[in-house]
């Protein structure tokens, strides 16, 4: 099967401009979730959608993200506008079980620049 | 607060000789344990996972992790080193309470295995 994909693999911004990451999970998988990884450190959870919903939003870390999942398929992240610490690697997983245990499968991330 | 803590950023081994990644976490309860390996330019690859029942774990590649309950620990080993395993490790776990299955991670551990 296809794995979780990710596009763009990176992407280089100035400050202020808008970005959409996108995120294709697994065919058949309700649970999608996204994460990102800044400057080296943990990476951080930010939300999970169940098909279409949103099950938890919580590490969203403010409201110049905006995460949808229309139709229960492929996922978009989108930042407007972006400031230099939006910088890091921002990653997808998807499972097929809610609230899986078994672990996710995760896509290559992307690579956000913001000069 | 639940955290992960992975104390080295860097681990160097010698190719042939054992190694150990540490993790450490807090988190209520019984957690479920996962790591997790990112090679270069690729997406998080799963290793291994602890759930329940006998505290050695084996995994992918020749890995395995030991759960230790009194010290709230995971640390990953494996026997003998390849210069293939160079890469970024991340120790990750979950609440058991849940159900939605966000994961929380360390920052991870840049092994370098030399020939």
């Known amino acids: 099967e296809a794995g979780v994909t990710q596009f763009p693999s990176h992407s280089v911004i100035e400050k202020g401009q808008t970005v959409t990451l996108r995120c294709d999970p697994i065919s058949g998988h309700d649970n999608l979730y996204w994460y990102r990884r800044v400057m080296g450190k943990e990476i951080k959870f930010l939300l999970h959608?169940?098909?279409?919903?949103?099950?938890?939003e919580s590490g969203m870390p403010n409201n110049r993200f905006l995460a949808e999942r229309t139709g229960g398929t492929y996922s978009t992240l989108k930042v407007q506008p972006a400031e230099l610490e939006d910088s890091g690697v921002y990653f997808c997983a998807s499972s097929q079980e809610f609230g899986s245990y078994y672990g996710y499968t995760f896509g290559s991330g992307t690579r956000l620049t913001v000069v | 607060a639940q955290s992960v803590a992975q104390p080295e950023d860097q681990v160097n081994v010698a190719e042939g000789n054992p190694l150990t990644v540490k993790c450490t976490y807090s988190?209520?309860?019984?957690?479920?344990l996962f790591w997790y390996v990112q090679y270069p330019n690729r997406g998080l690859q799963f290793l291994l996972k602890y759930i329940t029942g006998d505290n050695l774990v084996k995994g992918s590649y020749g890995f395995e992790a030991e759960f230790n309950k009194s010290q709230t620990s995971f640390h990953l080993k494996k026997p003998s080193a390849l210069v293939s395993d160079s890469a970024l490790y991340f120790c990750?776990?979950?609440?058991?309470?849940?159900?939605?299955?966000?994961?929380?991670f360390g920052q991870g551990t840049e092994l370098s295995v030399k020939p």
């Open positions: 988190v209520s309860g019984n957690p479920y």
């Open positions: 959608f169940v098909k279409e919903s949103k099950q938890d």
């Open positions: 990750a776990v979950r609440a058991r309470h849940n159900q939605g299955g966000k994961l929380i």
